[in-house]
Nanobody, 120 residues
Framework: QVQLVESGGGLVQPGGSLRLSCAAS????????MAWYRQAPGKERELVAA???????NYADSVKGRFTISRDNPKNTVYLQMNSLKPEDTAVYYC??????????????WGQGTLVTVSS
């Protein structure tokens, strides 16, 4: 079993910052990709940022220049630093990870989600 535990959500004023964390645990041989998605009320889940094991990153256009994804590979942890937050960033943020178990079988798991609310 591979599990993800997220933390760091909360209420922040427009223009403020938050940092989300997501730690993976379990039968992990390697993690190829870690990513953050978000889902706002009434909208589909969308990719926010992703980072592969070789360091490649991908960001949604709406967060470029404001959000930064980083990884601590020895700790199997991914972070999302969110700056200059806007009300439209309000959503439940989900962590996702994909990789190989010790048994060399592929896994893809989601975290439970953490709510980010940007409001004055």
């Amino acid at each position: 079993q591979v599990q993800l535990v997220e933390s760091g959500g909360g209420l922040v004023q427009p223009g403020g910052s938050l940092r989300l964390s997501c730690a993976a645990s379990g039968s992990i041989f390697s993690i190829e990709i870690m990513a953050w998605y978000r889902q706002a009320p009434g909208k589909e889940r969308e990719l926010v940022a992703a980072k592969t094991s070789d360091g490649s990153t991908n960001y949604a256009d709406s967060v470029k220049g404001r959000f930064t994804i980083s990884r601590d590979n020895p700790k199997n942890t991914v972070y999302l630093q969110m700056n200059s937050l806007k009300p439209e960033d309000t959503a439940v943020y989900y962590c996702k990870a994909g990789g190989l178990r010790f048994q060399r079988t592929y896994f893809e798991v989601w975290g439970q989600g953490t709510l980010v609310t940007v409001s004055s």
